[in-house]
């Protein structure tokens, strides 16, 4: 079908439409952005996911490592 979707997922790789990646990405159904300045999650602030969200989400994951990390609550408040 057309749009985006996450094919497979291995440590350090991410594969959309049978694709791998190895940067950060923001996918959504049309579009599929890399973002390879963003290596931790300490890097997305208000302004970037400011610019990154142009239209209402239905999910948001976030893909931090092997442990996990909650987005700062002054981003969180964004999303709702």
Known sequence: GDGNTITAYHPGVIQVNHTDYNAS???TPTDLVELPDITL???IDHTRLTELITQPLQVLLIGTGTAQQPLAPDLSVMLY
């Open 41 to 43: 999650l300490a890097e």
């Open 25 to 27: 990405l923001f996918i």
